[in-house]
């Protein structure tokens, strides 16, 4: 059996009952019932998801897919192709927005080569090169169905070996020039919302060329004709390796049972694949931001996840995994450390004079 | 010339010229224009504040001011007055909620008794009590005129405090059961809003009681008529000493030009009120998470703020400000440790082979 295949069944839910568990001892803790929202949401999810209430993060590591999209000899980003291999290498550099951000939330970086059109030199790139970028979308498909289910394994690999190193809370980012494109196209076909609702100008297109990429998104579709109930069907023809890879690191955390974020528009579309192919790995992912990109609320809901970070972010990279993670240790403390009113009956008395 | 005056009277507005020159240095960033948006506006922000491009937040300190409201006594709040001197000892124990949230985000409490309705006996609460509690506003005014401008006052002093001992990132806080109707009657008050529209459940009411939370506030305004336009006329009739203390919180901040974080809906009500006093308060706050409780979205409109925290939390302490404080110190790092475009094109060229 294929990795992939072995990962989709072995796939089980959340212990529900540890949700709930969590959900009764949150409630005896000193403040009104729920009133600290989405934290206490976080605790009983990971409650649910190690099958322990008292969980803590020891090791973070934020996995980083690079990899180029043919469709970028059409125009539809505002950068060129080349600025994927210059970035991937900026990620080693540590001079880049999620290095800094990553370095504040005291997190490390597993930066992948899973596709990008150039010979990386440097030797922590970890080299998983399935091609020298994709096919242009508008006129053949991305990828064969078997390069997208390499994709998808090498994300898999990757957490397995994070998992096996000790990690125990993992982030999704992403390189790659066109890459809101080809998510775009696979939230349009998967979700059936028209391409003129989810598509945005990504890094900062003018009205001109951001109609050029609506157009060439629907050529994409049109020409291809992906099949929506067959996620690798639609990854292969209108999606990317990265999106590929990164599907597969969703796969990975759930098959591990290892809490992981979501960043933005492009991490979520993989994120929506990943849910599509098996419903479970819901349970194990955690939204961060909502993107300013404009289909990112839409993926959202199609994953039924609520980002929480509202900072109009638009960068990917993975940048928004690091504030996530901090949030997310909080909810941790809270479920940990915070006094139950049992504890407080015991000794409240003596502690106040009422007037 | 009171303290108060003098305050008002040395706040100056931020270095405009410095967000300005900020926002360049971000623009120049190794990121597309904009993108990491509210990171950006922060960092911006904290150089109009400082003077500085480079800042760096090295203590924090989370200031709550706990007293009690006279307005209890109307079965305003699902819980018993006396809680909050219960939990102000709690501040003190460290097992409340902000103790664990301020822990988890490095940052130190100082907890002020400016008008808790007990003695307390914890040398380490700062007892610096105005009255033991305030009037019941649906009554009579809340407060006299003197006893609001003391408490704010005492706000002012412990941010002066604060900033001589070298804390350079404050948080607001409060306990006073019963805060959620004096906010709201200041909100609607200061923003001619009706109290339907601006009240909500606190902590947890019924329907019925919700019925009653409102007539009860409606009651307070009309018997007292506060004059919209004197701020300290509207927190003495209708206020709270804790709504006083965090005003003078805000107000010192500006007058110290230090940041300081807003939490949830009582927190703002008193940020709104500083800006009232002086408007350029406002470019020394910052926004956090946006309250569950009804009226915040509305206070935040007032002030013209952006929270960019969507927890769906209503737990007040200052619960929100250390889950802010590390998002403010992202920023930090953005500006000051990401690399820009012009350093990288120096060594682009023998980075990468492009295919």
Redesign the interface.
């Known amino acids: 059996m294929s990795l992939l295949n072995e990962t989709l069944e072995s796939i089980k839910p959340n212990y529900e009952d540890k949700v709930l568990e969590a959900q009764k001892r949150l409630d005896g ?5 729920g ?5 206490e949401e976080m605790a009983a999810k990971m409650a649910g998801i190690t099958g322990k209430l008292n969980n803590s993060i020891n090791k973070k590591n934020i996995i980083i897919m690079c990899a180029d999209n043919g469709v970028t000899e059409d125009g539809v980003s ?2 060129p192709q ?1 600025l994927t ?3 991937t ?2 990620f080693i ?1 540590g ?3 999620v290095c ?2 990553a ?3 005291n997190s490390e970086l597993t930066v992948v080569d899973v596709g990008v ?5 440097n030797k922590k790139i970890i080299k998983r090169k399935v091609a ?1 970028g994709t096919k242009n979308m508008s006129k053949e498909p991305a990828m064969t169905r078997e390069e997208a289910i390499k994709a998808i394994e090498v994300g898999i690999e990757m957490v397995d070996k994070l998992v096996k190193e000790g990690y125990d809370l993992l982030g999704t980012g992403e390189m790659g020039i066109g890459n809101t494109s080809t998510s775009s196209a696979v939230l349009s076909v998967l979700s059936g919302m028209s391409v003129d609702e989810v598509v945005g100008k990504g ?2 297109l003018t009205e001109e060329q951001y109609d050029n990429k609506k157009a060439v998104i629907k050529k994409a579709i049109e020409i291809n004709q992906p099949d929506k109930e067959d996620v690798i069907d639609v990854i292969a023809k209108v999606g990317g390796l990265d999106i590929a890879g990164l599907c597969g690191c969703f796969l990975g955390a759930a098959k591990n049972r290892v809490p992981i974020v979501i960043d933005g528009f492009i991490s979520s579309a993989a994120a929506l694949c990943a849910y599509r192919l098996n419903p479970h790995a819901r349970d194990f992912m955690f939204a961060s931001h909502l993107s ?1 990109e404009p289909g990112a609320i839409y993926m959202m809901k199609e994953l039924g996840l ?10 990917g990279e993975g ?1 928004g995994c ?2 996530a993670f ?2 997310i ?2 909810s941790l ?2 479920i940990n ?3 139950s009113f049992e ?2 009956t015991i000794d ?1 008395d003596y ?5």
């Open positions: 803790l000193l403040k009104p019932i009133s600290l929202g989405v934290l505002s950068c080349n291999a210059i970035m290498e900026n550099k001079i880049t927005g800094v951000l370095d504040h939330g059109n150039a010979d990386l030199k020298y890094a900062g300013a609520q980002p929480f970070l509202h900072l109009n972010m638009r960068l940048t690091p504030l901090n949030i240790e909080a403390k809270v450390n915070m006094a504890e407080l409240t502690l106040v004079d009422i007037r």
